[in-house]
C-alpha cells in the first residue's frame, strides 16, 4: 500500500509568510530549513530554503537549496523564526513570472 500523496504547500506558505522554519524529512534526511520562496518550474511547485541543520548538525557554511515540494516529507512548521540571508535575491531570472510567494522583510 502506497501513501497518499500529502500537500505540503500550506506548510511552505505558512513558514515564508510568518518567517518560521520548517522541520522536514528531504531524501531521506531530516533537516531545519528556512523557506525564502515558493516557485513554479516545469509546473512543479518548488521551494529554495537556507538550511538550518542537517541531521542535527550545523551547516559548515550557509547554503541555499532548492526543494521540490512534493519531495518534501514528514513536513512542520516550528516556532523558530529566522532572518532572511543576504545571499537570497529573489530577483533571480529562474524567479521572474514564477513566484507564488516569497519572504518579505518585516517593517
Known sequence: MTEAPVNNTPFVLEGIVRLRC???????TRMIVAPYILYTRNESLYTDAQIVSREGM?????KIATFKVDGLKEVSVLDRAFEIGE??????DKYVGNTLMKVEPEA
Not at 58 to 62: F, M
Request: proline share 17%; no cysteine.
Open 22 to 28: 520548517l522541520q522536514v524529512t528531504y531524501n531521506r
Open 58 to 62: 550545523l551547516p559548515r557554511e550557509p
Open 87 to 92: 545571499m537570497f535575491d529573489p530577483e533571480l
